[in-house]
């Protein structure tokens, strides 16, 4: 199926952030399909806007998400979006569109859960804490829940998928 054939519905789908590098980030469009978690990037790294010098503000106010920001769907950049439409999204072609995406396959998350906490350099931008998700290779992938969604729903969610759901 490709992606833009994949009907989006509450329990299949979530935006998240991820940081990596310690202050880098990306934002994800995480989706479950069949018996996968899969990682698709759907924008680059953002920042809020700020700065005393011209050049610092010019550069965050070109990283910085405009719109509503409780909106999940606000942080996703069309540019890479158009990218993905003729995406398999049953296949391991997601892997090629981009190096950061990635496929998690059911059978081998081991522990998932909410953290309601905020993180920590998310600045204005309103999130509902982190969703973790352990595998069996003792990996652990953080999700910085966008938005208005709930981390508790998406963690559940997920859950009942591993459980058969």
């Given at each position: 199926?490709?992606?833009?054939?994949?009907?989006?519905?509450?329990?299949?789908?979530?935006?998240?952030?991820?940081?990596?590098?310690?202050?880098?980030?990306?934002?994800?469009?995480?989706?479950?399909?069949?018996?996968k978690?899969?990682?698709?990037?759907?924008?680059?790294?953002?920042s809020?806007?700020?700065?005393?010098?011209?050049?610092?503000?010019?550069v965050?106010?070109?990283?910085?998400?405009?719109?509503?920001l409780?909106?999940?769907?606000?942080?996703?950049?069309?540019?890479?979006?158009d990218?993905?439409?003729?995406?398999?999204?049953?296949?391991?072609e997601?892997?090629?569109?981009?190096?950061?995406?990635?496929?998690?396959?059911?059978?081998?998350?081991?522990?998932?859960?909410?953290?309601?906490?905020n993180?920590?350099?998310?600045?204005?931008?309103?999130?509902?804490?982190?969703?973790?998700?352990?595998?069996?290779?003792?990996?652990?992938k953080?999700?910085?829940?966008?938005?208005?969604?709930?981390?508790?729903?998406?963690?559940?969610?997920?859950?009942?998928?591993?459980?058969?759901?």
């Amino acid at each position: 199926m490709k992606f833009k054939d994949f009907e989006f519905t509450e329990d299949n789908h979530f935006v998240a952030m991820e940081y990596y590098n310690l202050i880098l980030n990306r934002t994800y469009l995480v989706v479950i399909v069949k018996d996968k978690l899969l990682g698709i990037k759907v924008n680059g790294l953002v920042s809020v806007e700020g700065g005393g010098d011209i050049l610092t503000k010019k550069v965050t106010k070109m990283m910085a998400i405009e719109g509503d920001l409780s909106n999940p769907y606000s942080y996703l950049s069309a540019k890479y979006v158009d990218k993905i439409q003729e995406c398999e999204l049953e296949s391991e072609e997601v892997l090629a569109y981009d190096k950061s995406n990635f496929i998690l396959p059911l059978a081998h998350i081991k522990k998932v859960y909410h953290d309601p906490k905020n993180k920590w350099g998310m600045g204005y931008y309103p999130h509902d804490g982190k969703v973790y998700v352990e595998t069996s290779d003792k990996k652990k992938k953080e999700f910085i829940i966008l938005g208005s969604q709930s981390g508790s729903k998406i963690a559940n969610f997920i859950l009942g998928k591993l459980k058969g759901g």
